[in-house]
């Protein structure tokens, strides 16, 4: 039986020979997490990383804790760290981590996380993201507590290079880190952007002129009801397979993205029924029970379930335009369900909010302004996700 041969899929040219095996405690210490009482918090002192610190492999300072306690220089955080959930509620977050940069403040971390501290940190902090090393989290965890102790972090099974390839590959991994950085950044701020705009339009603080130079009419206030006909979905027959497998998109709140504004591709069709109400191409589906607010402009020929009200917007009317006045009233829709356990807007309820609108070509400059910022929103979120995709790729082809 051949021995396995460690050389990964992806190398530089100017590296050669096999990787080396080892264990994750030959290239580090451990430092165990501060434990700490609720009468140690306070609201300015030591800040305590802990799980909800580290999303999408970054720091995020907006979820903190501060304590009045003193520690051992050793357990204070240091540029290069790597923080790891070691013990979490949630199965899917241990072993999530960070490499810490030297813009933290001074810190420690808490009792369900762990420090990794080695001189080849740079390069291991990329192997902490990699399948690899999640498939040694997996083997590891407790049968009955979602955790990982130190020892066994340890004898994490490794196979690294030597360490001017490790230099090398770290570096290349923290440029394409930069660019996912730079675009989640830009991407953002495109959205803060969008945000105050649309306050500010919806606010009338800024009116758009006409072709002319004119101003356009006074603004006024419409019921849903009236800008366009209320259709509430409903679910054919699942008894019944005649009903399903048409060519006929059957929407439910699944299929609806709070990130996207057009209709994607459905889980289901369904066939043409009499007791069913087609929505055209244009209208806007909008959930009305349990998760509210989330909406979408239909791109085919659609029908919804019950827990989606439609409008079918009028021709005098911008049926973008009258998305965009959806969404900044849905914090005050959801806001007339905040006391209920299941929260939910009938047909009568959803035809009665009332939304300000102006002149039919004020709507149209206004549509066509917004829509300009959201395609840019999505440009810049395909470059982020094929950025993403290739920083997986390069993962599993660079480790072994």
Known sequence: MSETVHIPQLRFPEFSGEWEDGKLGNYGNLINGLTYSPDNIVDEGLLVLRSSNVQNGQIYLNDNVYVNLDVDDAAL??????????????KRLIGKSTIINKNLPKSTHGAFMTVFRGESNKFISHWFHSSIYYKEVHKNLGATINSINGSDLKKFKTIFPLKPEQQRIAAFLTAVDNKIEQLSKKQALLGEYKKGLTQQIFSQAIRFKADDGSDFPDWEEKRLGS????????????????????DISFITPTDITEQGKYQTKTQRTITKQRNTKLLPIGSIAYTCIASIGKMMITTNNSSTNQQI????VNDDFNNEFVYYALLKLTPYIKSTQANTTLPIINKTEFSGFKIQIPSLQEQTKIA?????????????????????????ALLQQMFV
């Open 77 to 90: 955080t240091r540029e290069d760290d790597i923080l790891i959930c070691v013990r979490n509620g949630s």
């Open 368 to 392: 066509i302004f917004l829509s300009s910022i959201d395609r840019k929103i999505e440009q810049v979120g395909k470059q982020l996700d094929e950025s993403k995709q290739f920083k997986k």
């Open 309 to 312: 009200n439609s409008i079918i």
């Open 227 to 246: 800008v366009g006909q209320i259709v509430t979905g409903k679910t054919p027959s699942t008894n019944n397979p005649e009903l399903w497998d048409g």
